[in-house]
């Protein structure tokens, strides 16, 4: 089946830095998004992200995110500066379509463990 | 407070019985709803999405859901131990644009063969 890709599948990074994550999401899709899940809790939408803009975003994208999709290559999430907060794993999706009333779907990639020491 | 809730956390069936798994909505907003799998080191997969009452049956999934009290299931038939896995619920607003979704915290399945 369609798959997404994310890349590194765990990044270890000091508190202050700045972190990119990259999403290589299913080729014909349009729609992209970012979920967080902390260990052991249920994962929380972040943002989605359709043609160059955000459409909607939770309150836990806070002024240090953003995302972008240069020129239809990696859709990617960057945090700068990180907080030991951000440390979690960063689920990245994507859609071919808004909903439709037979449902849409969303594929996940496996998800990259961010560790912020 | 969760919006969406799941029970059990973790469930265990012998190989060849019936898995039946909750969630439950408080949010009256929420009139769509999915059920996604996830296996270890993998992404979440969706299994199916369920929007109507009544029940929805792919293969040996079934899917029910009652709006009125904002429940939902999945019954696992025949359990095969690749059924184990994390099973998440799923729901979002009936008047949401942009599918966002919220998520349960799953429920652990352990098919024992």
């Known amino acids: 089946g369609p798959k997404v890709l994310q890349i590194p599948s765990h990044q270890i990074i000091d508190m202050g830095q700045m972190v990119t994550l990259n999403c290589d999401p299913v080729?014909?899709?349009?729609?992209f998004y970012w979920y967080k899940q902390i260990l052991g809790q249920q994962m929380e939408f972040l943002v989605n992200?359709?043609?160059?803009?955000?459409?909607?975003k939770s309150k836990l994208f806070k002024d240090q995110f953003s995302v972008e999709r240069p020129d239809g290559s990696y859709f990617t999430l960057k945090i700068q500066p990180t907080a030991l907060e951000d440390s979690a794993v960063y689920f990245c999706?994507?859609?071919?379509?808004?909903?439709?009333?037979?449902?849409?779907?969303?594929?996940f990639g496996a998800g990259t463990r961010l560790s912020v020491l | 407070q969760q919006k969406v809730q799941q029970s059990p956390e973790s469930l265990s069936v012998p190989e060849g019985g019936m898995a039946s798994l909750n969630c439950t909505s408080s949010?009256?907003?929420?009139?769509y709803f999915w059920w996604y799998r996830q296996h270890s080191g993998e992404g979440p997969k969706a299994l199916m999405?369920?929007?109507?009452?009544g029940d929805k049956k792919e293969g040996r999934f079934t899917a029910h859901l009652n709006k009125a009290s904002l429940h939902v299931s999945l019954h696992i038939r025949d359990s095969q131990p690749s059924d184990s896995a994390l099973y998440f619920c799923?729901?979002?607003?009936?008047?949401?644009?942009?599918?966002?979704?919220?998520f349960g915290s799953g429920t652990k399945l352990t098919v024992e063969p």
């Open positions: 999706a994507s859609s071919l379509a808004l909903r439709d009333w037979g449902g849409n779907t969303l594929y």
């Open positions: 080729s014909n899709h349009l729609y």
């Open positions: 992200f359709y043609n160059g803009k955000v459409m909607e």
């Open positions: 949010d009256r907003n929420f009139q």
């Open positions: 999405s369920i929007f109507s009452d």
């Open positions: 799923a729901a979002s607003e009936q008047w949401s644009n942009y599918n966002v979704l919220y």
